[in-house]
């Protein structure tokens, strides 16, 4: 049994008859040690008593945004103290509100109001379960990094046979105990990420740059703060606002992002090259602009740094991690860029499909640790991509400590 003593954990109740079920979940919980409260919605009050999960885990359990005698807020008091949220059984109706940000009850208000990782646990009849609607719901979720216990297949309460029946219990704490270690993984870590294009300027109006949006590596700076690592985000220009808890370093060019990270390198646990820099620069910058009556101009360029060949030499402990944008024989190149450039991991992406590559909330991609690492590339969102990444972080930082 794992040791979960000093945890909160936050369980949300709705109305189904696994809520039943929820009950040897809190019992779980309560056994590890885990400081269980029970927030309940009117309909999941239907199913089980309030009095039960009162009794299971020692505290008294939240039905109400308007009566609580311990606070006049207790959706931002609860959310607060709460180093995770589950929601379980989760009805069609509660993933439904989650996804809007309705918040209309208790639970759905802390929802709303949530800082800590949350865990979804469904339980609904088969149709309900495949519809688009719920479909759209959750992968609008996962985008958003929440995560889900998949229901199993089997027989439900109304009769029917097939998707939409809760996890069982056993396998929601084995989620809780996964999403809590995750959630201090990185605890005492510096982590630097790098993120979005570079611009090259021409003269002061003009620039080549590249489509990157900057997504995937302000999603993995948001995911390791998440983890408690202390995340220095060096980011090329996006539209993107830097996510809570992390410090952000504005660069524009390959020069200004090489500049930044071998200032943040020394002390740094972990480097993640996620920008796409640029690979060749103009060799002379005009002051001003360069004016069409001049004619058309010849451009020379150089090649700009590789900032991640050149920073392997100087790179201490720190772990290296980079990216291959490729076209075309994505492992195998991905596997040439990991060995040329001494990395401890590479994530290859595929950039050229639908729903891959810049800009998009999902990735065709794989993450290579080894020339001989059999992998393939599987379409994630850039949320799921992020957690892999840092999970193989994690493993090989435990295993250098
Ligand atoms: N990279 C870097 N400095 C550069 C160019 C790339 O540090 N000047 C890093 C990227 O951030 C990425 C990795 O190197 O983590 C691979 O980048 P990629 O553009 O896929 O490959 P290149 O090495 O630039 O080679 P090519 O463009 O020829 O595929």
């Excluded at 919980?29 to 999941?44: F, I």
Aim: aromatic share 4%.
């Amino acid at each position: 049994m794992s040791d979960l003593a000093g945890k909160k954990v936050l369980l949300g109740v709705c109305g189904g008859i696994s809520a039943y079920k929820v009950a040897e979940l809190a019992r779980l919980l309560v056994k590890a040690g885990a400081d269980v409260k029970v927030m309940m919605t009117e309909s999941g009050q239907k199913f089980v008593t309030p009095l039960t999960f009162r009794t299971l885990t020692g505290n008294p359990v939240a039905t109400t945004l308007w009566s609580d005698p311990g606070s006049p807020f207790p959706h931002i008091s609860m959310s607060d103290e709460a180093d995770l949220i589950v929601v379980a059984p989760a009805t069609a109706n509660i993933i439904a509100k989650m996804a809007g940000g309705v918040a209309d009850d208790l639970l759905s208000t802390t929802l709303l109001a949530v800082k800590s990782p949350v865990l979804v646990a469904p339980a609904m009849n088969t149709r309900m379960y495949l519809h688009p609607a719920t479909r759209d719901n959750m992968r609008t979720l996962r985008q958003r990094g929440v995560v889900f216990v998949e229901p199993g297949d089997g027989s439900l309460a109304c009769g029917d046979d097939g998707l939409g029946r809760m996890a069982e219990p056993s396998q929601i704490f084995e989620a809780v105990t996964r999403e809590l270690e995750r959630s201090r993984a990185l605890e005492g870590r510096t982590v630097v990420i790098t993120a979005g294009p570079t611009r090259e300027h021409l003269d002061p109006v003009r620039f080549i740059s590249n489509p990157s949006t900057g997504k995937m590596g302000h999603t993995l700076a948001d995911r390791a703060a998440k983890r408690a690592a202390d995340v220095v985000l060096i980011s090329g220009p996006t539209e993107l606002d830097c996510p809570a808890g992390v410090t952000l370093v504005r660069v524009v060019s390959a020069d200004d992002m090489s500049k930044a990270v071998k200032e943040n390198l020394p002390g740094a646990d972990v480097l993640v090259m996620a920008a796409a820099v640029a690979d060749f620069k103009p060799a002379a910058v005009s002051p001003t602009k360069i004016k069409k009556t001049d004619g058309i101009p010849e451009i020379d360029f150089v090649p700009a740094e590789d900032i991640l060949k050149s920073v392997s030499k100087s790179r201490g402990n720190c772990l290296l991690v980079g990216f291959a944008a490729e076209t075309d024989n994505v492992i195998l190149n991905a596997k040439a860029k990991l060995v040329a450039k001494k990395l401890d991991l590479i994530v290859a992406n595929q950039v050229d499909s639908p729903g891959t590559g810049f800009g998009t909330d999902t990735d065709l991609a794989a993450v290579i640790a080894s020339e001989s690492d059999d992998v393939r590339l599987s379409m994630i969102s850039k949320v799921e991509l992020a957690d892999w990444i840092l999970d193989r972080i994690s493993d090989l930082l435990s295993v250098s400590r």
